[in-house]
């Protein structure tokens, strides 16, 4: 079967100037892949190339077995919450429903199917009740599920999340949690960002340390240790409890 | 002599027209926040208008050609980084005005009309316009329907919106340009100035109603002909200038909904200070329910 996710020494980064070198990765369907970094490390930078936003300066990408501009609208995304406008008159249901324009068109109206798969996927994060609701009176977390609710309704085989677990509460983080076991399970390849590294070990199958350029890629147990979290965040001085 | 001899006639019909034209384009300026932009596309449209007057071709070619320079202008900036788009729109919309104005003055005897460029002349619009009105107003409808989801995609989520394989950029000139086309439509009834007042005044009024697009979209048409019918009414009975009392009217219809959304918000405020809890604690309410019972608040 083909890799969800391959890249070999990949670079990416804007304008010519690469912001994180060195990237080598191999995802299979239904296994998940944390990003692990500082700020300013370049992990939104490495979701965006994956997406097709950010072009790919050097190495072999591939998304889906296509290059990833080929493959751009295939791949699920869950932006961070902040990116959106909470001023927007959209409901929870609304926004799902956004995740099933590709299924639907841009101008046929929604079907029966794609109301049943919106109310699904708002149940599988734990928010059918708040089905109604303006997306921007949610609170920070319920706003991460019902994004994470949109990507579900899409039913993605690769699923990009930005930092899905920043400012999010601990029944929020349960839910989604979740919702993502679920999906591997069922075959979905995930690349979630994060700095938190109980996230990275309880749900990535691989970690992927990166600052600027890619410092190690494996399981949790080989690559979350203070050695190799001390090469990746630099002499600052890493106090981690594992 | 026919019904569409009277000018009152006209008049009304092209306020029904321009208001509805108005409503429609206004919840995508407002909820876009490009409220400003359409200001600079108001006041760029005005040379456009006076160029063709001069010139001798169609006024609305005129402010449409000034208006769709101004649009791709800002959109260009709008994409630049390190660019400050809203300083450059502000010098492009005080230097349209201006040379509008410098064109008015090359030309003697022109300054009567200036005031019909600037705030309208309603009752001397022609059932050719009335025409022009009415197709713009189905071409607008069509596309803003059409349109209608990767509109709402770009404006609410643009990285998401870039990720499901939209082009935003595109979009964004797609909207650009509705918006000129309405400017450029609704000057005879209001004006190349006054026009702004027709478009953002009914959809931001509407906003403050309702929290659901068809909702706040249907509100914003009824705002934008309202004001319109009864802005000419005020002004045949106590010969006031049109333009002038339909934006004043559109003016009122924002106020109101305001006043009225800030005493449907003060009687949830005071509930939410339970009778036990007698001293408040200030700024600190149940985390992020306390943004709904907040008004939403357009701004640029």
Known sequence: ?242 | MSWWDDALHRATVEVILAGALGGLVGVQVVLRRLSFFTMALTHATFPGVVAASIIGVNLLIGGAVAGGIIALGVAALSRRRGQDAAAATGVLLSAGFALGAGLVATQSGFSRDLSSFLVGSILTVSTTDLATTAVVLAVVATVLLVCARPLLLVGFDRTGAQAAGLRTGAWDIVLLLTIEIVVVTVVPAVGTILALSLIVAPAAAARLWSDRLPVITAMAVVFGVGSGLVGLWVSSHWNVAAGASISLIATAVLAVSWLSSRLRWLPTQLRRIPASAAPAVPGRSDGGSSAAARPAVVTQ
């Open chain 1, 1 to 242: 079967m083909d890799s969800a996710l391959q890249y070999d020494g990949v670079s990416v980064g804007y304008h010519g100037t690469p912001v994180l070198t060195h990237v080598d990765l191999d995802l299979a369907a239904g296994q998940s892949l944390a990003l692990v970094g500082p700020n300013g490390a370049g992990k939104s930078t490495l979701i965006k190339s994956v997406l097709g936003l950010v072009p790919v300066l050097g190495g072999t990408a591939s998304v889906l077995g296509v290059s990833p501009a080929a493959a751009r609208g295939l791949a699920g995304y869950v932006p961070q919450t902040d990116t959106l406008d909470a001023d927007f008159p959209v409901s929870a249901r609304q926004v799902v429903m956004m995740g099933r324009y590709r299924e639907i068109g841009w101008w046929r109206p929604a079907r029966a199917a794609d109301r049943r798969a919106v109310a699904e996927a708002l149940d599988r994060v734990g928010l059918a009740d708040r089905a109604g609701h303006r997306f921007g009176t949610l609170s920070g977390g319920q706003r991460q599920r019902v994004l994470l609710a949109r990507a579900i309704a899409a039913e993605p085989r690769l699923l990009l999340l930005d930092e899905p677990f920043n400012g999010v509460d601990a029944v929020s983080q349960e839910a989604i949690a979740g919702a993502l076991r679920q999906l591997t399970a069922a075959g979905t390849a995930l690349v979630l960002s994060t700095h938190d590294l109980a996230v990275a070990r309880d749900l990535a199958d691989l970690v992927c340390l990166v600052n600027g350029r890619q410092w190690a890629v494996g399981p949790p147990a080989e690559t979350l240790t203070v050695a190799k979290l001390r090469e990746a965040y630099g002499d600052r001085g890493v106090l981690v409890e594992l």
